[in-house]
C-alpha cells in the first residue's frame, strides 16, 4: 500500500517544449543563383555565415556588400534577393535619377539600417517580426551629389523645389518595381525619415 502511494505521489516531469522551428530562408540553390548574378554584375560582396539567433531573428542566405559601383553607407547583413534588388535599384534608378533630373552624379547613398532584431514599428501590426529581422530590408534616408548637395528624405520629400520632387517622385515609383514592399513618408510618421525597400514580393506600395 506505502509503494502504491508513493507511486500516486510522484509528479509527471514537465513536458517539453516543441521545438523551435528553423528560421525560413531561401533555398541553397536560390542563394547560389542569386550570388552568381551579383558576380555577373560586378558586385564585391562577402558571404556571411547563417545564424539562427532565436525568436524569428536570423541570416540565411545573406551577404554583406563591399562594392556596388556607389558608395553606400549604414547598411550591413541583406538577404542575397534583397542586396541584388538594391543594388539594381541604386545602379540603374537612383543614380540615373540624380543626375537626369538633380543634374548631378551621385557620389553616396546613407542608408539608415539593414538586419536588425525587431518588430514591424507604427503600424496595427506591430507584434510581428519586421523583415529588417531577416535582413531582408533595407531603409534609404538620404542621398548625397558629387556637386555636394545632401538630399534627405526627411528634410526634402516635400521640397518646394520642383526637381527635388520630381526626383523623390521617380525614386519612389522606380523602386514600387523592384521591390514587393515599399514604404515612404507618405505611409505613416514612422517612414518620415526613410524610404523602407523590402524584397518580399508583397506587391505594397505606399
Not at 33 to 38: G, H, I, R
Not at 52 to 61: A, K
Not at 148 to 158: A, F, K, P, Q, T
Request: charged share 20%.
Amino acid at each position: 500500500m506505502s509503494l502504491l502511494l508513493a507511486a500516486c505521489g510522484r509528479s509527471e516531469p514537465p513536458a517539453k517544449p516543441p521545438p523551435a522551428k528553423p528560421l525560413a530562408g531561401p533555398s541553397i540553390r536560390e542563394t547560389a543563383q542569386c550570388l552568381a548574378d551579383l558576380r555577373q554584375i560586378g558586385v564585391a560582396y562577402r558571404v556571411l555565415p547563417d545564424k539562427d539567433f532565436g525568436n524569428g531573428c536570423g541570416l540565411v542566405g545573406a551577404v554583406q556588400l563591399v562594392e556596388i559601383g556607389v558608395p553606400v553607407t549604414g547598411i550591413t547583413a541583406l538577404r542575397c534577393g534583397q542586396a541584388r534588388a538594391f543594388t539594381t535599384w541604386v545602379r540603374n534608378a537612383l543614380a540615373p535619377a540624380a543626375y537626369q533630373i538633380l543634374g548631378s552624379e551621385l557620389a553616396r547613398v546613407e542608408g539608415m539600417g539593414s538586419y536588425a532584431c525587431r518588430n514591424v514599428v507604427g503600424t496595427r501590426n506591430g507584434n510581428r517580426r519586421s523583415g529588417h529581422a531577416i535582413a531582408n530590408a533595407v531603409d534609404v534616408g538620404a542621398v548625397v551629389l558629387q556637386d555636394g548637395r545632401r538630399i534627405s528624405v526627411l528634410r526634402d520629400y516635400r521640397s518646394a523645389d520642383p526637381a527635388v520632387q520630381e526626383f523623390w517622385r521617380a525614386v519612389h515609383a522606380s523602386a514600387c518595381k523592384r521591390f514587393g514592399t515599399v514604404l515612404s513618408p507618405d505611409y505613416n510618421a514612422a517612414h518620415r525619415d526613410h524610404f523602407h525597400l523590402e524584397d518580399d514580393r508583397a506587391s505594397f506600395c505606399r
